[in-house]
């Protein structure tokens, strides 16, 4: 559906402005939002990099082994069915870290890991095991402490104070993880 949309946006968007005697100031907002994605972009990945680099530092130390005994007993109630095993625990755990940290962008690859790492334990291939279920529904709440990827954007695009978002994204992503849990818990019981 977006495939045709796009597509009429973008030509009744350059009809009008051929009509309407527009022509110049859709030329020159092309090349400015141009210079403005790129000074994003290298925003961003400047950010991402340097984050990312950390988490596989920290995956190559014993901070992850350390962070995996802390939450422990929080992913013994997140995922009660996963044998305990350390290479798993330890991908959740990073998954978990990337997220707080607010990597988005690095939590996806370790979420992606983690779930590969499930999948051949799982004995049903088609369908999500309840640790897999929970694992994207605690990737989509992504509770944040440090919003790295936000407060970047906003502070490359001149915001004034970029960090006056922290605690209204810690509530925000507080209560839709505490929500999310709940929500698949019950479903959870509610499917045995």
Request: charged fraction near 10%; charge should be positive; aromatic fraction near 8%.
């Amino acid at each position: 559906m977006l495939n045709i949309l796009w597509p009429i946006f973008i030509i009744i968007s350059f009809s009008y402005a051929i009509f309407s005697g527009n022509l110049d100031n859709l030329n020159s907002a092309i090349f400015s939002s141009l210079e403005e994605v790129l000074k994003l972009s290298m925003t961003l990945l400047g950010t991402m990099c340097l984050w990312s680099g950390l988490m596989q530092i920290a995956n190559n130390t014993s901070f992850v082994k350390n962070l995996t005994k802390i939450l422990r007993p929080l992913m013994k109630f997140l995922f009660p069915d996963i044998i305990e095993n350390d290479k798993l625990y330890n991908e959740i755990s990073m998954n978990i870290v990337a997220n707080i940290l607010g990597l988005g962008n690095a939590a996806t690859p370790l979420g992606l890991k983690a779930m590969k790492t499930m999948q051949k334990d799982n004995p049903n291939k088609k369908v999500l095991t309840n640790s897999m279920a929970t694992l994207i529904v605690l990737n989509t709440a992504s509770i944040q402490i440090i919003p790295t990827t936000v407060i970047a954007i906003r502070s490359s695009l001149g915001s004034q104070n970029p960090t006056i978002i922290i605690v209204p994204v810690w509530i925000a992503t507080i209560v839709s993880a505490v929500v999310g849990i709940l929500a698949t818990k019950f479903f959870i019981k509610m499917g045995k």
